[in-house]
T-cell receptor, first 110, second 114 residues
Framework: DAKTTQPPSMDCAEGRAANLPCNHSTISGNEYVYWYRQIHSQGPQYIIHGLKNNETNEMASLIITEDRKSSTLILPHATLRDTAVYYCIVGSSNDYKLSFGAGTTVTVRA | NAGVTQTPKFQVLKTGQSMTLQCAQDMNHNSMYWYRQDPGMGLRLIYYSASEGTTDKGEVPNGYNVSRLNKREFSLRLESAAPSQTSVYFC?????????????FGSGTQLSVL
């Protein structure tokens, strides 16, 4: 059974914020939320991860709800180069079996 | 730093042939992984190595063997290739920080089995 649920696709206008939702209603207390993206057929690229608190880095922001059952990845100013498949994953600190589902295909349009 | 390097980038095999996919990382990471990705699908874990000297099965290990040669290198072997093993193979590595696993991926090997 998948640990996360993401919409299969979404569009975003260039220069606007892209908000990518993810549901993880069965997340355990020691499990992190990770986001990766895969541009075309390249290897996936780590974006951000968090446990309880909201996180921000140079690529994106991660907003985790208080009950931790869902989260949102925010790309603040989407560019055409952000067109990719985005994967939301949950796993504990020593979880070596992170599962990449189908993800959300994000298309940024000019 | 090259990060995670995979060789070869492309390979065509005939059914029944064998081959080894090579992976090396220069980030001094303890853990290494092999995933496969079929068209239009997510990644599925084949094998992983939590630390040098250990290997464990992932979600789809059948038809594959692995060797953690040293801390840097983790190879994937197909003993008798089958058309169902046509896929893109990704190697990854990670360092356990106590605050989550960050995986770093190679650029992939596209394998076709005819």
């Amino acid at each position: 059974d998948a640990k996360t649920t993401q919409p299969p696709s979404m569009d975003c206008a260039e220069g606007r914020a892209a908000n990518l939702p993810c549901n993880h209603s069965t997340i355990s207390g020691n499990e992190y939320v990770y986001w990766y993206r895969q541009i075309h057929s390249q290897g996936p690229q780590y974006i951000i991860h968090g446990l309880k608190n909201n996180e921000t880095n140079e690529m994106a922001s991660l907003i985790i709800t208080e009950d931790r059952k869902s989260s949102t990845l925010i790309l603040p100013h989407a560019t055409l180069r952000d067109t990719a498949v985005y994967y939301c994953i949950v796993g504990s600190s020593n979880d070596y079996k992170l599962s990449f589902g189908a993800g959300t295909t994000v298309t940024v349009r000019a | 730093n090259a990060g995670v390097t995979q060789t070869p980038k492309f390979q065509v095999l005939k059914t029944g042939q064998s081959m080894t996919l090579q992976c090396a990382q220069d980030m001094n990471h303890n853990s290494m992984y092999w995933y496969r990705q079929d068209p239009g699908m997510g990644l599925r874990l084949i094998y992983y190595s939590a630390s040098e000297g250990t290997t464990d099965k992932g979600e789809v290990p059948n038809g594959y063997n692995v060797s953690r040669l040293n801390k840097r290198e983790f190879s994937l072997r197909l003993e008798s290739a089958a058309p169902s093993q046509t896929s893109v193979y990704f190697c990854a590595s990670s360092a356990t920080t106590g605050s989550g696993e960050k995986l770093f991926f190679g650029s992939g090997t596209q394998l076709s089995v005819l």
